[in-house]
């Protein structure tokens, strides 16, 4: 059982796939769903759908999110050199982005499409459909901080005998 | 005489959604460019290759680029409330 084994890049790889392929589920499934409310509202009151399309934006920072964690560990593989331990730490943090991203879009979908659906009749909606989904955004947050705090760790990691 | 002031509406909608659009797109390729280049320019640059700051200076990229929609978006909206209740009073005095 050695320290740097050759199939150690696997799992880092899958940690870079994993948080750019999750959150951007996530952000598919928020922006379609908000989507159909906003094309609902947009029969109806026209001049309101730069205002109903926040959902939409809000999604796509999940999506950056994730885009920045790959990056992030992409950044931190090699070729030779790498330890399991690294490959662990990257695949955590990996998912860690890519599952909050997954939820944090789980979660604007449905608040976008059914505020955006109200504000056609109430006005005020509008400020309570923005603090939630920023409470929603959040979450994907919180991910990524856990997925750079893990991926600090990795230059711990002692060399390959 | 209806079908005119319908016409007139449509067109001055497609006035309103075409600003729309443009703004939609700019505000696309900035979600897009501007964290990327921000955390490989801030950690070659500011960070001295530290890219837990540089990562952190992307998010803060990102949220900015929102909070200038959020802000173009309130403000755009009261703009064409303001101008809406403008054009009405012109309305009665026509008639």
């Known amino acids: 059982m050695s320290v740097c084994p050759p199939y150690a890049p696997f799992f880092g790889f899958g940690g870079v796939a994993s948080a750019m392929i999750f959150s951007t589920v996530g952000v598919a499934y928020g922006t379609s769903k908000s989507g159909i409310g906003i094309a609902g509202l947009g029969t109806f009151k026209p001049e309101l759908i730069m205002k109903s399309l926040i959902p939409v934006v809000m999604s796509g920072i999940i999506a950056v999110y994730g885009l920045v964690v790959s990056v992030l560990i992409s950044g931190g593989l090699k070729a030779t050199d790498y330890s399991l331990y690294a490959g662990f730490i990257h695949l955590g943090a990996g998912l860690a982005c890519g599952f909050t991203g997954l939820a944090a879009g789980y979660a604007i979908g449905y608040v976008g499409d059914s505020c955006v659906r109200a504000y056609v009749y109430e006005s005020k909606v509008f400020v309570t459909m923005v603090l939630i989904l920023i409470f929603a955004e959040v979450l994907g947050l919180y991910g990524l901080i856990v997925a750079l705090i893990m991926n600090a760790r990795v230059s711990e990691a002692s060399g390959c005998p | ?95």
Do not use: C, H
């Open chain 2, 1 to 95: 005489m209806s079908e005119q002031a319908a016409i007139g509406k449509l067109a001055a909608q497609a006035d309103q959604s075409e600003g729309a659009l443009f703004k939609l797109m700019i505000t696309a390729l900035a979600l897009g460019i501007a964290p990327l280049s921000s955390y490989f320019l801030s950690r070659d640059y500011l960070w001295n290759g530290n890219t837990i700051y540089a990562a952190l200076t992307a998010i803060l990229a990102a949220n900015l680029v929102l909070v200038a929609y959020i802000t173009e978006a309130v403000r755009e909206e009261s703009l064409s409330r303001a101008r809406d209740k403008r054009r009405e009073p012109e309305n009665k005095k026509d008639r």
